[in-house]
């Protein structure tokens, strides 16, 4: 049984090794957008608009942009209206086609666009807070002895709190979270970002034999290259003075669309759909200009280092 395994693993990394050999050394060139939610799943909430449609937009633009700066780069979506992709009848089916159309057009790379949220509700919430308590005593009999004893009556007020968390972050599919070398990854647990997995969709077990070797595979061709890319993108953002959460891996729970899909693969949190002024940037048309610009800066220069390295290779 054990010698079986072993060959299955091996059969596996080396059919995951020589697909991986036969995407690279092309470059970008497959380029999948997939614009967050949609249709009967909205994602969230916020005060004016939803997450699906504010992603919607911030793809569109964005893929226009790639296609006018790079002719040759084919650009699919995974939904270009307001519905579930694929017209796809619930979430789960919506992520499973996500992945397919993903590997299935032979994609290069894999960027979906998200919005955040936090708190109660967006812009803000009341809740019952206490402002004030007075001092009283009273005399309490214990056999014999009699002493005061101090107690405290206490005012409450229902206090607006303003939904504050801002900026932005991008997740990656991480395959050893304890990589150590991997100092610019954030492994705290805190986690308000994007959960896209329900109970139907598993992570991969790994004590599985082919799941454990497309891991490997993963972790060895794909990761480091969605890391350099989700770098990219914060370093942009913070050069547009937005703040940065930083670039986030998760591997135990949430973004089960990066691990899916057989390619270098971000989730992109553009900013909190929760707070009141960042909702209306990221509704407004400058707002939107500056994080296409951002994103399509960051992957201008995630395929001009592929291509350098290409030339590289073959000498020139």
Same mark, same amino acid.
Request: one cysteine or more; aromatic letters at 10%; proline letters at 3%.
């Given at each position: ?127 019952k807070r206490v402002v004030?308590?007075? $001092?009283?005593? #009273?005399?309490?009999? @214990?056999?014999?002895?009699?002493? /005061?004893?101090?107690? +405290? =009556?206490? *005012? ?17 599919? $991480?395959?050893? #979270?304890?990589?150590? @070398?991997?100092?610019?990854?954030? /492994?705290?647990?805190? +986690? =308000?970002? *994007? ?17 454990? $070797? ?59 759909i929760s707070n009141k ?40």
């Amino acid at each position: 049984m054990r010698c079986k395994s072993l060959l299955l693993l091996f059969l596996t990394v080396s059919f995951f090794g020589q697909a991986w050999s036969q995407k690279s050394g092309k470059g970008l060139r497959t380029l999948i957008i997939d614009p967050g939610h949609g249709g009967l799943d909205p994602g969230a909430r916020g005060m004016i608009t939803t997450e699906a449609d504010i992603s919607l937009d911030i793809s569109l633009k964005l893929g226009d942009t790639l296609a006018k700066a790079f002719p040759d780069l084919k650009i699919i979506f995974t939904r270009t209206s307001d519905v579930l992709p694929g017209n796809s009848p619930n979430k789960d089916a919506a992520l499973k086609y996500r992945a397919n159309l993903a590997n299935q057009s032979g994609g290069d790379l894999f960027v979906a666009i998200h919005c955040n949220s936090a708190g109660h509700r967006p812009g803000g919430w009341y809740e019952k807070r206490v402002v004030g308590k007075t $001092a009283h005593t #009273k005399t309490v009999k @214990k056999g014999k002895k009699s002493y /005061k004893k101090t107690y +405290y =009556t206490y *005012e409450y007020e229902n206090v607006y709190v303003e939904n504050k968390a801002k900026g932005t972050e991008t997740y990656v599919w $991480a395959m050893n #979270k304890n990589d150590d @070398k991997i100092n610019s990854v954030s /492994k705290s647990n805190e +986690y =308000t970002g *994007e959960i896209d997995s329900t109970s139907t969709l598993t992570l991969p077990d790994p004590s599985d034999p082919t799941e454990k $070797a497309r891991m490997l595979v993963y972790a060895q061709y794909y990761f480091r290259k969605s890391l350099n890319l989700a770098n990219y993108v914060q370093d942009e953002f913070q050069e547009s003075n937005r703040v940065d959460r930083g670039v986030k891996q998760r591997n135990d729970k949430g973004i089960w669309v990066l691990q899916a899909t057989g390619m270098p693969s971000i989730l992109i949190e553009i900013g909190f759909i929760s707070n009141k002024e960042e909702e209306e940037y990221l509704v407004s048309n400058s707002g939107q200009k500056e994080i296409v610009t951002n994103i399509f800066n960051a992957i201008k220069k995630y395929k001009e280092k592929l291509e350098d390295k290409d030339k590289e290779k073959k000498g020139f």
